[in-house]
Nanobody, 127 residues
Framework: QVQLVESGGGLVPPGGSLRLSCAAS????????MGWFRQAPGKEREFVAA????????YVADSVKGRFTISRGNAKITVYLQMNSLIPEDTADYYC????????????????????WGQGTQVTVSA
């Protein structure tokens, strides 16, 4: 049984930083992409960042480019989202996901291509 468990969310003032973690288990993730999506109240879930597990290629949404970085752990199946220079518009529930998306932006950024999802972690950016 595949499990994705997020951690690291919380309340942070504007300009602050957070690092989200996603621990994956239950299968091998060769050929998979691991992604982060977020959903603000009343809005659709949107792509934030993703990494192709085999190639290590990373993809980041334009709205967070230069502020957010996605990376993976070496020893365990863990994916990180380093979030810097946070702004109130980043406030949302953040979800980790895994899917057989291929290694191209068109498919890796589409939430419909992700079969496995975590339960989410809340990020609030407020003074």
């Amino acid at each position: 049984q595949v499990q994705l468990v997020e951690s690291g969310g919380g309340l942070v003032p504007p300009g602050g930083s957070l690092r989200l973690s996603c621990a994956a288990s239950g299968r091998t993730f060769s050929n998979y992409a691991m992604g982060w999506f977020r959903q603000a109240p009343g809005k659709e879930r949107e792509f934030v960042a993703a990494i192709s597990w085999d190639s290590g290629n990373t993809y980041v949404a334009d709205s967070v480019k230069g502020r957010f970085t996605i990376s993976r752990g070496n020893a365990k199946i863990t994916v990180y989202l380093q979030m810097n220079s946070l702004i109130p518009e980043d406030t949302a529930d953040y979800y980790c996901a895994a899917g057989l998306t291929g290694d191209s932006r068109r498919y890796i950024a589409d939430k419909r291509n992700y079969a496995y999802w975590g339960q989410g972690t809340q990020v609030t950016v407020s003074a």
